[in-house]
């Protein structure tokens, strides 16, 4: 039996470019590409009997093209992933076309005008190409007693470590005003705190696993003794463990069960057997 040629002509006009090669030229997939003709950024050449999309105008692919680039294909040209590319160009501020249609972000196609003035080439602070907060201020050592200038400012972590707590603690004793941010990024993030007020706060304040440490006892047994005398934290925590005191209402001489003047017992004679 002899198969009959269905096919009645080309598939693709002779003004007309295939999705077949423009995914190799302007590495974008047909499922964008498919949008960007329903969006009119493209004119469809021809469709199939089951309505899928043949191709576009070649004067259209080439006008687009001109005017607009995908960050698969500045990806390949620079030689970085694409969804790094596409990080970098949304931390300016640009909008990709086809933004609330298209979930592949790799696929987005941006304003050749909007990109013109970024830097692919420079090495990334990130290489995945994540947005960073603002540029944060100097590492510090609050260990130190330097005479830094009144103002200056460390970034948080130095000031988690160096009073042995979590943010959210932190956040918590700047909500009371026993301390003030420097920095705070857009989402309401501290970033950094004044150097001069987290060494004041030390000295007056003291969270639980920092007084665990100095005490050189676990966390469980301090706030057991520190319940048994009852005492009250300044801010409680959300975990026991991130309670909050005023060091003058302790007594941390006497946190261990003996008085620092009490002299150390002196141990008792026993008859030996020889």
């Known amino acids: 039996m002899r198969l ?3 096919r009645t002509g080309p598939t693709i006009g002779p003004d007309d470019v295939s999705l077949v090669q423009l995914q190799r030229s302007m590495h974008i997939n047909r499922t964008t590409l498919s949008l ?32 607009y680039i995908s960050s698969t294909a500045i990806s390949r040209r620079y030689g970085l992933s694409a969804i790094s590319i596409t990080r970098r160009i949304l931390a300016t501020g640009a ?46 050592d609050l260990t130190l007693s330097e005479n830094e200038p009144e103002g200056s400012a460390v970034v948080t972590r130095v000031a988690l470590n160096f009073l042995g707590t ?39 304040y003291g969270y639980t696993p920092k007084l ?18 009852g005492a009250i ?9 991130q309670a909050l005191w005023r060091r003058a209402e302790l007594d941390l001489t006497d946190i261990l069960g003996f008085g620092g ?12 057997p020889f």
């Open 4 to 6: 009959i040629n269905t």
């Open 36 to 67: 960007l003709a329903r969006a009119g950024f493209l004119v469809p050449g021809g469709l199939t009997g089951a309505g899928h999309l043949r191709g576009v105008s070649r004067a259209s692919a080439e006008l687009f093209d001109k005017q």
């Open 95 to 140: 909008t990709p076309i086809l933004e609330g249609h298209s979930s592949a972000r790799y696929q987005f196609c941006w304003r050749r005008i909007d990109i013109e003035k970024i830097d692919f080439e420079c090495s990334l602070r990130n290489r995945h190409g994540r947005r960073h907060n603002a540029p944060k201020p100097d590492y510090m």
């Open 166 to 204: 979590n943010a959210a603690s932190l956040r918590a004793a700047i909500e009371r005003g026993l301390l003030s941010a420097a920095q705070v990024s857009a989402k309401g993030s501290i970033i950094a705190v004044y150097a001069g007020e987290v060494r004041r706060f030390a000295d007056e």
């Open 212 to 229: 665990s440490s100095e005490l050189g006892i676990s966390e469980n047994a301090l706030l057991k003794t520190l319940k048994l005398r």
């Open 233 to 241: 934290p300044i801010i409680p925590g959300k975990a026991p463990s």
């Open 261 to 272: 003047d009490q002299q150390e017992p002196e141990p008792k004679s026993a008859s030996l």
